[in-house]
Every structure is written in C-alpha cells, then in structure tokens.
C-alpha cells in the first residue's frame, strides 16, 4: 500500500472467492480510507472485461475441442496467447485508439 500512498483506489471485483475471503475483507477494512471496492454484479460479461478475453480462449482453443492431456491443452493456449497480437488484445479490452475518419 506504500507504493499507492498518494492515489485513492476503486477496485473493482467480481464474485470469485478470493475477493470475498476473510483476508480480502480485512484487508479492505484495514485501508478503508485508501481503497473502495466496487463488487460487479453477479454473471455480468459486459462489464467484467476478461470476460472477452475468455470467450476468445473457448472460441479458438476450448470448445469444440479434445485434448489427449492437460499438458497438451495447455500447450494449445500459450500457443494461441502468444500469438494473439497487441493490437487484438487492445481491441478487446476497449483500450485501441479509436480512429478517426
């Protein structure tokens, strides 16, 4: 927290057991004056952004697809994340300069 001391923090979350844990609880009560969580609502793709980064995993390396091992399965998605290019990932995150005609 030392490292952010002069910023406020809204952290966003949503419903994974970590981030409702007695540890993560405490933690946000302990820096109350420094962080706010803000809880996304329950199943929202829309808003949680991995989520598009998700879909694209089950698209291409998941679904539809069988694997002989964890291994190779795992294998496969390195593979596709290390190819998936800068300019993509910042398209799905919403983060690519928009163009302007």
């Known amino acids: 927290m030392d490292l952010f ?9 949503d419903n994974a057991p970590a981030h409702h844990s007695a540890f993560t609880t405490d933690f946000l009560k302990e820096h109350h004056d420094q962080i706010e969580f803000v809880p996304l609502p329950t199943y929202s793709p829309n808003l949680n952004q991995i989520e598009r980064l998700w879909k694209l995993i089950r698209d291409h390396v998941t679904r539809n697809h069988f694997y002989d091992s964890l291994r190779q399965e795992c294998k496969t998605m390195m593979n596709f994340l290390e190819n998936l290019s800068f300019q993509e990932f ?12």
């Open 5 to 13: 001391s002069p910023y406020f923090i809204f952290l966003v979350g």
């Open 90 to 101: 910042l398209n799905l995150f919403g983060l690519a300069k928009k163009l302007t005609t």
